[in-house]
């Protein structure tokens, strides 16, 4: 799938029209399937690590993206350090 995709290749993965049921978004006032998928690596040295995921009803920008690869970058930077 998409996850073991982005792991493997240790690339993020932004998918802007997600198929409907692919994943469900789930809430107390409801739930409902996402249009958008961001997928980054957590990754050290290159070593994937895990992966965030992130589904969204609006577009991601380009910012925001940035903004998640970044945040992947320390956690895994700070996972390494912990083991």
């Not at 107390?28 to 589904?55: C, M, R, T, W, Y």
Request: charged share 20%; proline share 5%.
């Amino acid at each position: 799938g998409l996850i073991g995709q982005a792991a493997a290749n240790a690339n993020t993965l932004y998918v802007d029209d997600v198929p409907e049921g692919y994943i469900k978004i789930v809430s107390g006032l409801g739930s409902a399937s996402p249009k958008h998928l961001l997928i980054v690596p957590v990754k050290d040295n290159n070593q994937v690590l895990g992966i965030f995921e992130l589904a969204s009803f609006t577009p991601i920008s380009e910012d925001q993206r940035k903004f998640v690869e970044e945040a992947a970058q320390l956690l895994g930077n700070k996972i390494s350090n912990k083991v």
